[in-house]
């Protein structure tokens, strides 16, 4: 074997270890392939082998796992016995067919679902539905002082989101404190859970001003609902053009991205809206409708789809078993790392895209006092 290509095969193979290593397994299994090409022009015979005995080893390992450490945008910190308080949740796991057995207990037991799946961190969340007058939702699911407590014992495994109900008359205060002193990363909302429009201009838009002047993204349910004793008319997908247009630096996602019937709604506004994005959590693989699939290995919404599984009632193996069976759904490598990954750092990490901003810069007249 030539000097020059056997230094070239022992540093793919090098590549190939490091990414088996780091859990990017889809980058193991390229460079493993690539590996194989070279040493088949050498009649390298037993180095090929090798070579295909760790592909194989990389595809068992990860048959039920991300393809990359992913970031799951939805779950939710919330085991057996917490959904068995709750009327509203008790009849989601009905919704969903959840087998006790399949339950966590602890949450010891999401860490190891989250560790099985190469799911490297989670943005956990609460749900304030305090304001309510339905006897189901007076008690609110998780609040944001445990959500904090999870964050601060796991800093590393999860990100936190605060949550308020809009009705609550320190609701924008609330907001602040969920930012600045529980360092949260964002807000996430239920609008079925609290009955409430997301495009109200009395409740709902005052906390979405603090978000802006915060910088934090806002996620918000968006379709229908396994949540028992709500009604889905108050999170139709179009009612949240209303806030991307008066919000126009507001980040926001919709959750569920319109499951239900209303997924055409929510990519036109993630098409529509450079804050927009969409969340692919609550539902299977199985069922996504193919213009979201195809969609993603587009320009226009590869950088706006964020991987979730709304855990624990979609199981974070399950989906990926599924995504692996389906075959990744066609999307490119530079999709799968985008969806199941970047692009939730990104919504974290990013200056939202002003729209006003950019006018200006192209030297259009825009007041100087525009908000929209």
Request: aromatic share 10%; hydrophobic share 35%; glycine share 4%.
């Amino acid at each position: 074997m030539e000097e020059p290509l056997k230094e070239k095969i022992e540093k793919i193979f090098g590549e190939a270890r490091s990414a088996l290593s780091a859990k990017y397994y889809m980058d193991a299994e390229r460079l493993f392939k690539q590996a194989v090409e070279l040493l088949k022009e050498t009649n390298d015979a037993s180095g090929v082998s090798a070579c295909e005995t760790e592909i194989e080893n990389v595809l068992k390992e990860s048959a039920s796992c991300s393809p990359v450490p992913a970031i799951d945008y939805h779950a939710h910190p919330m085991f057996r016995d917490d959904l068995k308080k709750s009327p509203a949740l008790s009849m989601a796991t009905r919704h969903f067919r959840m087998k006790d057995e399949i339950i966590p207990k602890s949450i010891e037991d999401m860490l190891e679902d989250m560790n099985k799946a190469n799911v490297e961190k989670a943005v956990i969340m609460s749900l304030d539905s305090s304001s309510s007058e339905h006897w189901a939702l007076k008690k609110s699911m998780l609040s944001n002082d445990e959500i904090a407590r999870l964050v601060s014992l796991y800093p590393d495994r999860f990100i936190g989101y605060g949550s308020v109900d809009p009705r609550r008359g320190d609701a924008v205060d609330e907001t602040e404190r969920c930012i600045k002193e529980l360092k949260f990363k964002g807000m996430k909302f239920h609008p079925a859970a609290v009955s409430t429009y997301p495009n109200d201009e009395k409740l709902f838009y005052p906390i979405y001003e603090k978000c802006v002047e915060l910088n934090v993204p806002v996620q918000s349910h968006c379709g229908a609902t396994g949540m028992y004793f709500t009604k889905i008319k108050y999170m139709t997908p179009l009612l949240y053009d209303d806030v991307a247009v008066d919000f126009p630096t507001l980040k926001l996602v919709l959750l569920h991205y319109g499951v239900g019937g209303w997924h055409d709604q929510a990519m036109s506004l993630a098409f529509r809206h450079p804050n927009v994005y969409l969340d692919i959590s609550g539902s299977s693989p199985r069922i996504y409708p193919q213009s979201l699939i195809e969609s993603a290995n587009t320009p226009f919404y590869q950088g706006k789809i964020l991987f979730g599984t709304d855990y624990p009632f979609i199981g974070m193996q399950s989906w990926f078993k599924a995504f692996k069976q389906l075959k990744g759904f066609d999307w490119s490598e530079e999709t799968q790392k985008k969806v199941l990954r970047e692009n939730c750092m990104h919504l974290h990490q990013s200056e939202p895209v002003s729209p006003l901003d950019i006018l200006r810069k192209e030297g259009v007249d825009v007041p100087p006092d525009a908000k929209r």
